[in-house]
């Protein structure tokens, strides 16, 4: 199998013609990280009998009572590119798989005078968190958006404590997926450091156990990197990194898994 069959199908392998719907709890954050607004979002998919289209609809309850819906169709003949798979609402970026959730849907390239941001999916049994940052025409971190969802129903409106450190010893494994899609054999890794503030990078821990390093604001000249982890439990935490080199092109994903040393 070659690489975009490969992520087409670790992105929609498991999705049927019946569909699947993701109901989630939308908060967006200033880079402050004061709670902007919250609403419901339900994410449907829905394939078609030889998964070659897929129906994605969006249904939004917001917190005034109104409503909305937006849907759209990805075609496998034009959408599955051999730098990932094109959104037809997010065409300068490209959805990414790993498999077994592990997702993320990335800019290709930051440009002048144009908003930037990627979204970065963590999965554990039928919960899912993504968090996606987003910069505004100059650069500048402007909001985050934290979405907690669940396969079916909709999570438990109030959400574990954030947490604001981390210790012990860690032992993990990390996995590379570079612009072609290529991913590398996992190699074990003891890199987990959550509060590194240092530089133009800045951590932010959010409820739920969710931890963000991502730059305070993103210019071309510089290599940068945004990062997004969760606690899935007390002894396990999951990270996904997205990489850009100087000319701000995107150069790496990188999945990591981490248990808690006995």
């Not at 030889?50 to 937006?70: C, L, P, R």
């Not at 490209?94 to 800019?107: C, E, I, P, T, W």
Request: hydrophobic share 35%.
């Amino acid at each position: 199998m070659n690489s975009p069959e490969q992520n087409w199908t670790n992105l929609f392998g498991e999705i049927t013609s019946e569909g699947i719907a993701w109901h989630g709890i939308w908060t967006r954050y200033s880079p402050e990280k004061e709670a902007l607004e919250s609403f419901q979002g339900v994410r449907n998919f829905r394939s078609n009998e030889d998964k070659t289209v897929i129906t994605h609809t969006n249904n939004y309850t917001y917190a005034d009572g109104s409503t909305g819906e937006k849907s759209w169709q990805i075609e496998k003949e034009t959408c599955n590119q051999p730098d990932g798979i094109i959104h037809p609402a997010l065409l300068s970026m490209r959805a990414l798989s790993f498999g077994q959730g592990v997702n993320a849907a990335v800019s290709k390239i930051l440009e002048k005078e144009e908003y930037f941001g990627v979204e970065l999916f963590l999965q554990h049994e039928n919960f899912r968190t993504s968090l996606t940052p987003i910069y505004g025409k100059t650069g500048d971190l402007e909001r985050m958006t934290l979405i907690r969802e669940k396969l079916g129903s909709f999570p438990d409106e109030k959400p574990e404590l954030e947490v604001d450190n981390i210790s012990d010893n860690w032992i993990g494994k990390r996995e590379y997926m570079t612009p072609d899609l290529k991913v590398s054999a996992a190699s074990e890794t003891q890199q987990l450091v959550l509060d590194a503030n240092a530089g133009k990078n800045k951590t932010f821990f959010l409820p739920d156990g969710v931890v963000v390093n991502a730059p305070k604001k993103v210019e071309f000249g510089e290599e940068f990197e945004i990062a997004a982890g969760k606690f899935v439990s007390k002894n396990e935490y999951k990270r996904l990194t997205a990489k850009y080199d100087e000319s701000g092109k995107f150069s790496l994903l990188i999945s990591e898994f981490f248990q808690r040393k006995e």
